[in-house]
């Protein structure tokens, strides 16, 4: 591990250090209660029974959902910049996030109950399904260009958005709901979201993590990856449908959340660690931090009103891209 790798985990230790007051923020409700009450969150006998259901049943699974949200959606950043070899590639570049909001609205509008799941289980079902017709798209005999998938989930996720805005104009008293569903937001957070989301994150992340040598190669680019011995179509097929996976999980949770995972991987990168054996698991840790940094600005900025995270995360991420982009131009 070279000098500048240490040093920017040693930046990562201290943000974690930081992020533990966020969590002592999101524990204590927004400013409502004194030092004291979150520091009873370690020391659960002191608080009333009101009190343990605020932070055990409302605060904590928001905290968890949060940071799980952020992490996933920038580990998918992590390695959809890897395989691309774009620095502007996010996470919802497979028209994931439309799919996921088109499967929001058929829930929401055809007034189908299948009890607390309904909105999630049919948004996780349609980001599956526009990933798969990304795939679908994209593919030329056994292969997957990458500027043809791109392609593919440009056009993909502009028709989802279309459908969408449809059905926005033809719901009537759900606007409402389906509004700030597309916003991206927290503030439904449970137990339920959490163990919704969880199996993916245990089964995913480990997988991406275990690619970090494969992602490596393809930073000398694609065919020079194949002549070292990466086979790089099948690993971009595998790396893309677990990426999905996570994702759509995500998504289906919180709604849609941007710029976390076009933002965060290159904080990553701008702390020093290039490596994916580092990118990928400090990718995860820190955005799940800038998410939980994020909801606790959406819960208390303008307080009592919440707004929905996705819009914080578009105000503080969509300079970043701009900086980004310029930085780009400049070395073409």
Known sequence: MNTRV???????????LVLGSVFLAQGVGGGRYQLSHSL??????DLSPSEKIILFEIRLPRIVLSFLVGGSLSLGGAVLQGIFQNPLVDPYVLGISSGAALGAVIAILSG??????????????????????VFYLGKIGKRFPLEVLLLAGIGVGFFFSALVSLGMFLAGEDLHQLFFWTMGGLWNSSWQEVKMILPFIVMGA??????????NAFLLGEKVAESIGVEGEKVKKQLLF??????????AVSGVIGFVGLVVPHLVRLLGARDHRHLLPFSFLLGGGVLLWADTLARTILYPVELPVGIITSLLGAPFFIYLLRKRKKSL
């Open 40 to 45: 009873s969150l370690f020391f659960p006998s």
């Open 242 to 251: 677990v990426v999905s996976l996570l994702v759509a999980s995500a998504v």
């Open 206 to 215: 480990p997988i991406l993590f275990s690619f970090f040598r494969e992602l």
């Open 112 to 133: 189908v109950y299948l009890g607390f799941f309904t909105v999630p289980l049919f948004a996780f079902s349609m980001a599956l399904f526009s990933a798969f017709l």
């Open 6 to 16: 240490k040093k920017g985990l040693t930046y990562l230790g201290f943000l974690a």
